[in-house]
């Protein structure tokens, strides 16, 4: 059996508090709202609107201060995800179950299989590559994130997008596949959150098309009439062509 690949995250500490930070910061404010009290009866308006104004500022900074450190907590909750690799099985189906529906589609036999799926997972790697490259984040492939299995996910900070490539040879993404799709990030959402982490998802469907620009337009029409608004996390849709890609990266 093959060693399982340590946390990337794993050596990130958690942050301890600083408190001569939280004292003095107390002491800051224990001292401008006494500061407000006397220039008040002293009448001094000035005085008090200074106070006042300071006390303010102060709150702001503190309260800034303490979503920089939520958002720093939320960073280190990575290190409790299970970033396991998905499981070959998992994966040599799910590519089967694509390049079987592709042959559908195009209406070709089985001994034309294999080229398919030679194109298959060429599309998805150019197509994470371009991602990548657009993103200029990590990317690592093919992951399981909250006990669901995505084709890419992308680490920003607090912020995890998880990525699910499609191939398209038609102006329509099938309502089986949307299905999955939403239902894999809702997975993941609700792995997270039972694990009382503060990891914020977001999900990219990237769609590698041969399409005419007529037929682009169409699919673009599909996608708009389609309920991507009822996920329970943002979606970002991206398209790419399939025959620019291959002069991208491939071509010389």
């Known amino acids: 059996m093959a060693k399982q690949a340590d ?19 107390i002491v800051l404010a224990v001292t401008m709202a006494a500061g407000i009290v006397m220039s008040l009866r002293e009448a001094n308006w000035l005085l008090t609107l200074l106070f006042a104004a300071s006390l303010g ?6 309260l800034l201060h303490i979503a920089s450190q939520r958002r720093i907590a939320a960073v280190d ?21 694509e390049v079987r529906e592709l042959a559908r589609l195009l209406e070709v036999d089985d001994d034309q299989l294999t080229d398919l799926l030679s194109a298959f997972i060429v599309a998805e790697d150019l197509a994470l590559r371009q991602i990548q490259q657009e993103e200029s984040l990590p990317l690592m492939r093919h992951v399981s994130v909250g006990g669901a299995s995505f084709d890419g996910i992308l680490v920003d900070q607090d912020l995890i997008t998880c990525v699910e490539v499609a191939f ?27 694990m009382k982490s503060r990891l ?24 708009k009439a389609q309920r991507f608004n009822e996920t329970p996390v943002d979606v970002d849709i991206r398209m790419l062509d399939f025959e620019l890609l291959q002069k991208l990266y491939v071509s010389e």
Do not use: C, Y
């Open 77 to 97: 909750d990575r290190r409790f995800v299970s970033w396991d690799t998905a499981a070959t099985e998992i994966q040599r189906q799910s590519v089967n179950v």
């Open 57 to 62: 500022i102060f709150g702001l900074i503190a």
């Open 168 to 194: 398209l040879v038609r102006p329509d993404l099938r309502p089986e596949r949307t299905t999955a799709i939403m239902k894999k990030i809702a997975t993941a959402k609700h792995g997270l959150h039972t």
């Open 7 to 25: 946390n990337p995250f794993s050596r990130l500490e958690r942050p301890r508090t600083n408190w001569p930070f939280v004292i003095v910061g």
């Open 200 to 223: 914020r998802l977001r999900l990219m469907i990237v769609l590698v098309t041969q399409l005419t620009e007529s037929e682009q337009m169409t699919l673009r029409n599909v996608l």
